[in-house]
């Protein structure tokens, strides 16, 4: 745990404090703060778990609870505080609680097999991890407990049929992400495009997909398809981070499409909100040649536009 808290202060500017220092001036302030507006000590409750202030975590959640109501969400961020502080079996408690309640929760299902896990309960455990999965097949932290508990058995077959079974619950999409990198360990690109396409046409916020898609296809080597990606299924018109339009413009450049590499970045910062844009300049001042590139496209693009110009002054209107 480090000694020190990075936390934005109003001003919209990064900080840095001693733990102590942070838990003596800056939790009471803004807990004081945001007593009464549930979305930002919803944040700030969020915050203090990260950084392992259980106590005070403990207190912002139960004034969420009164807040918002014994909600799903609610429900399950105070037992998660319970868990991190050690309070198992109050832990145990509000999940069971919330399944009573919200019985389709695949996220309190997760979070009670760990519980269980943490008892020695691996079967109910498991059960009760799949369980949850079944209910909602897109829980990041769950899956991923799930797939490796058959990867360190090398139970791969088993996982294969596992994963189609989430595969054909409606709206699911990251277990086909899961399926498309089981493919590609076994080198099947094929099957892989399959499933990384899937999960992209199936996935509701498709920007993050995109950007996992397009980075594993990069690290893998496979630069073709990481374009094909791109091309296919990345807009610049609802982009918000440039890491996507990053993994493209690599992939161009490892093609030899320096051109085309820098007409993308240049587009895509266009678009990009102001705290983004310095990255693109960042990104082509590590590309070499980038500015004599930049420099003779926009020569060539004038050229043209004067030709373009000067046919247009010749043209006789009747």
Same mark, same amino acid.
């Given at each position: ?46 915050? +203090?778990? &990260?950084?392992?202030? %259980?106590?005070? @975590? ?5 004034? *969420?609870?009164? =807040?918002? /109501? ?28 919330? +399944?009573? &309640?919200?019985?389709? %929760?695949?996220? @309190? ?5 760990? *519980?269980?896990? =943490?008892? /020695? ?49 409606? /709206? ?147």
């Amino acid at each position: 745990m480090s000694e020190f808290v990075t936390f934005t202060n109003e001003h919209g500017q990064s900080v840095q404090l001693s733990r102590e220092d942070f838990q003596k001036k800056i939790i009471p302030q803004n807990l004081d703060k945001f007593w009464d507006d549930k979305e930002k000590l919803r944040d700030f409750a969020m915050e +203090l778990v &990260r950084e392992k202030f %259980s106590e005070q @975590a403990a207190v912002a959640a139960d004034r *969420l609870l009164e =807040l918002y /109501g014994p909600i799903e969400s609610a429900l399950i961020f105070r037992s998660v505080v319970h868990m991190q502080a050690g309070e198992y079996e109050q832990a145990k408690k509000m999940l069971l609680d919330c +399944l009573e &309640r919200f019985p389709s %929760s695949g996220t @309190a299902c997760t979070n009670l097999a760990k *519980l269980y896990a =943490l008892e /020695g309960q691996e079967a109910k455990a498991f059960e009760t991890l799949e369980a949850g999965l079944f209910k909602d097949p897109n829980q990041e932290n769950g899956l991923n407990m799930y797939v490796e508990s058959f990867l360190q058995f090398n139970k791969r077959e088993e996982l294969k049929r596992k994963l189609e079974a989430f595969m054909s619950k409606e /709206g699911s999409w990251r277990p086909q992400l899961h399926s498309a990198r089981l493919a590609m360990t076994e080198e099947n690109l094929l099957k892989a495009m399959q499933w990384y396409k899937e999960a992209i046409e199936r996935a509701p916020e498709k920007e993050e997909v995109i950007m996992t898609v397009t980075g594993e296809l990069g690290q893998a080597g496979y630069v073709y398809q990481l374009i094909q990606i791109c091309e296919q299924y990345w807009s610049l018109d609802s982009i918000t981070y440039p890491f996507t339009g990053f993994n493209y413009a690599n992939a161009l450049l490892t093609t030899d499409q320096k051109e085309k590499a820098i007409t993308i970045l240049r587009q895509m910062q266009e678009h990009l909100s102001d705290q983004y844009k310095p990255m693109v300049d960042h990104f082509l001042a590590r590309i070499p040649g980038a500015v004599d590139t930049e420099a003779a496209m926009k020569q060539t693009a004038e050229k043209a536009e004067t030709e373009v110009a000067e046919k247009k002054s010749k043209w006789k209107f009747w």
